[in-house]
């Protein structure tokens, strides 16, 4: 209850950020892009995950502000890294809650106050998201392809219809959800789990990204696996603006 009321004076208060995590191609060690990551800085209460308090607005329908936020901070971290020089798209996390209305239609508005094209973010969707509302999700997710707006599936392999969605919902990059990649060097069944994602994902056209990446030994498995990208601590954490800046400068 104190977490929903205090959401309007947080955003006024700037206590919302979006930390940005880079994601490396391996066939040419290039980095690809970024996932923004929701910051909650709460002067009454220190750092709050976004683990802990999406749910919550969602449960008490308080996630449009928070949402439009995200969306137009992550424009405008795009115009940032766009003035540095760097023009690598940001994805930037959908729940449930945003698909619903006329979510494409935000995202062009707020492209266009920023005259950013269509390349220059992502939109990533978790199974559960759009879990009970398949016709307007998949709408919703049809018209920001049919924008330009490519659209990941998060954390793939732990809803439930995993396969379903593949079928039912229009995608371009398919993350494989970290806690497959933490077994994958010394647990058999995991590696199998990750080595016929990526080649279901292949075979569907789709770009696959490995999630929580964390040694070096991972990256090498995943690379003999076929999977296109990694995302996690082996190559950066999710950094403050002016940190990936400095990031993706010292990057060779
Ligand atoms: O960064 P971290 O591991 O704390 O994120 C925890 C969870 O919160 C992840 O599942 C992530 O997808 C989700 N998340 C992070 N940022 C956002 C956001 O801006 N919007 C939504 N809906 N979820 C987010
Ligand atoms: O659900 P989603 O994939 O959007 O959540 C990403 C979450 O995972 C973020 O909270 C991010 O901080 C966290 N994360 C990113 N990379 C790693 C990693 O290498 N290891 C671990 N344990 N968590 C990570
Ligand atoms: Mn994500
Ligand atoms: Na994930």
């Known amino acids: 209850r104190y977490i929903e009321s205090s959401v ?100 062009r508005q707020a492209l266009e106050r920023h005259a950013l094209g269509p390349q220059r973010v992502e939109v990533e969707v978790t199974e559960t998201s759009v879990i009970g509302d398949c016709g307007s999700a998949a709408a919703a997710l049809a018209s920001l392809r049919a924008l330009g707006i490519a659209v990941s599936v998060d954390d793939f392999g732990t809803g439930y219809s995993t396969l379903a969605y593949l079928r039912a919902f229009p995608l371009d990059v398919l993350k494989i959800d970290r806690s497959f990649i933490t077994g994958l060097t010394d647990n058999p069944v995991d590696r199998q789990i990750v080595d016929s994602v990526i080649t279901l994902a292949r075979a569907l056209g789709l770009h696959t990204v490995a999630e929580g990446v964390e040694t070096e030994q991972q990256l090498e498995a995943l690379r003999a696996l076929g999977c296109d990208s990694v995302q996690g601590y082996l190559i950066a954490r999710p950094l403050p603006i002016e940190a990936f800046i400095a990031f993706v400068r010292g990057w060779t």
């Open 8 to 107: 309007n004076t947080a955003l006024a208060a700037g206590e919302f950020t979006l930390h940005l995590q880079p994601k490396l191609r391996l066939k040419d060690n290039r980095l690809i892009g970024a996932e923004a990551l929701l910051r909650w800085n709460s002067a009454a209460h220190g750092p709050l995950s976004p683990a802990l308090f999406i749910p919550i607005l969602e449960r008490s329908g308080l996630t449009a502000r928070v949402s439009d936020w995200v969306l137009q901070e992550t424009a405008r971290l795009v115009q940032v890294l766009g003035s540095a020089g760097i023009e690598l798209p940001v994805a930037f996390n959908a729940s449930a809650a945003d698909l619903r209305g006329d979510f494409s239609e935000r995202v």
